[in-house]
């Protein structure tokens, strides 16, 4: 009786646990075991390269650090700009205000659509002979500032960075609101009748206790934007040249461009162990803002 | 001395600045959709002269097109069926999980339950290589089901997360009474834990809908063929193809696709809310 319930129980857990080995260990297991192989993805022979391809990922492969440092310039905007903005949306909203739900619905639209619709409307806009923006620039009268935002290697980044920080922000302004709501109103009455202005309380109330939601936005911001590539794909393509590669894209090159396989792992290894220090950097960062 | 009259004017002010910088963010918001849908109106002719906001003719032929010509009636329908599919297999399959995680014993149940929870943290962004591998070794590869499983698996880990959350927290005392009136425990979850799991499970499907119509890259290594392509790729391949100066039709097949999702949203904003705002808190 007792043997038949315990069957039973993990009879519940049995299709979770079969999808997820056959769909998450085993291929996480498997980008290890590539990684030391020089496969090509074709065929039925590999053969054991041991830490060549981290090697040639390390010293001989540049295009893949222009990639790290490009996704590290999107994350670096996404974490000021975007946060920032993000942030003050949230306090705007933060108060009586009429339409508050409006602003809220509104904000989060960007963040439902997929990266490829919002890559795609945007590429449109921002398209330098037919785009909206360059036309409204000189209707303005401001012909200089016409660019081809998307293929000059002075623009590219950039805008894509701000692209992502517009479709991103909602998600920030929803959590940061929700953390600014979880402040009691009286302390803000109290420092009132003690004669703190805005400024003040918003110094020494506001901030202190919103430091671990700040704290978790940047790490949600971080994680994100730098495997963020999708929007990429559907804006430049990683072009003009290699001037908006990030990692991803790097590793689905090696993939289905160049076909090798155990490359594009080792490539996939390196890059999810800079995460991950990134992530212990911010949790322990984190820990000491709070202590 | 400053007046009331000062601050009343002071207040005036910062509340206009306030309104504005709203206001012109939410415009920012909103006007690329206006601009794709009033772009999916014009023609091939008119689209890369004709700047106004507002069309002269409307020229709705273009959906037609799309749906027909860019064959986006297939790829809606595609889209629609993974991602009805992938709902209705996590909804069953993580419910059934967390369930048992939250209300049975057995060995080994924390750490199966932690590895499910490991794998929420732990990033791999070149998985997708091996499951490319993976699936070729199967045949699941370029086949709805093989996508459908990954699809699955993507959402695994948090709908476990969510639903457990809320069933440790649940009385236990209707599903008591269930047992004593005789129900099995299969019975128990379907006629008791998963009616009461509701708003839970609301927040469950909202997520992993938007997920896996928004989903691009798995999609993308998985179809070769172009019939069983959801819209995501469908958008990124034909019309880096064989559409690509056909602006109009790209969209109108921007905004078939993007319809849906708004919608959903729409309706379903107050779940999208509580999941940020849980999912922020507990992560």
Known sequence: MKIKSTLENYLFVLPAVTIFTIFYIIPFVWVFQLGLTDWDGILPTKHFVGITNFQEIFFQDPIWWQSMLNAGYITLIALTFQNALAFLLAWACDREIRMKNWFKVIFFIPPVLSEVVVGLVWQWILNGNYGLLNYWLVRLGFPNLVHNWLSDPNTALTTVAIIHSWKGFGWGFLIFLAGLQTIPRELYEAAHVDGANAWHSFRKITMPLMVPVIVLVAILTVLGTMQAFVLIIAMTGGGPAYHTQVPVLRILASMRGSSRFGYACAQGITFGVVLIIISFIQYRFSKRAKA | ?283
């Not at chain 2, 909804?91 to 995680?101: K, P």
Request: charged letters at 15%; aromatic letters at 14%; one cysteine or more.
């Open chain 2, 1 to 283: 001395m400053k007046t009331g009259a000062y601050y009343k004017t002071k207040n005036v002010l910062i509340n206009a600045a306030v309104y504005i910088f709203l206001i012109s963010v939410a415009l920012t918001c909103i006007f690329p959709l206006f601009w794709m849908v009033t772009s999916s109106l014009k023609t091939q002719e008119t689209i890369f002269k004709d700047m106004s906001l507002i069309p002269r003719e409307f020229h709705f032929e273009n959906y037609y097109l799309a749906l027909k010509e860019g064959e986006f009636g297939r790829y809606f329908l595609n889209s629609i069926f993974y991602t009805v599919s992938v709902v209705v297999g996590i909804v069953i399959v993580s419910s059934l999980a967390a369930y048992a995680f939250s209300r049975f014993e057995f060995p080994g149940r924390n750490f199966i339950f932690y590895v499910f929870m490991a794998a929420m943290m732990i990033p791999i962004p070149g998985s997708f290589v091996a499951l490319y591998v993976l699936l070729n070794k199967l045949h699941l590869r370029n086949t709805a089901i093989g996508y459908i499983l990954c699809m699955i698996n993507v959402g695994l880990s948090t709908s476990i997360f969510l639903l457990k959350t809320f069933f440790d927290k649940m009385p236990k005392e209707l599903e008591d009474a269930a047992r004593i009136d005789g129900c099995s425990k299969l019975g128990i979850w379907r006629h008791v834990a998963l009616p009461l799991a509701k708003p839970v499970l609301a927040v469950v499907v909202v997520f992993n809908a938007l997920n896996v119509w928004n989903e691009f890259i798995l999609a993308l290594i998985i179809f070769d063929s172009r019939h069983l392509m959801p819209l995501q790729v469908a958008l990124q391949q034909n019309f880096q193809g064989e559409f690509i100066t056909r602006y109009p039709l790209l969209m109108a097949g921007l905004t078939i696709t993007a319809v849906p999702i708004i919608i959903v949203y729409l309706l379903m904003q107050k779940y999208i809310v509580k999941g940020v705002t849980q999912g922020a808190i507990v992560g």
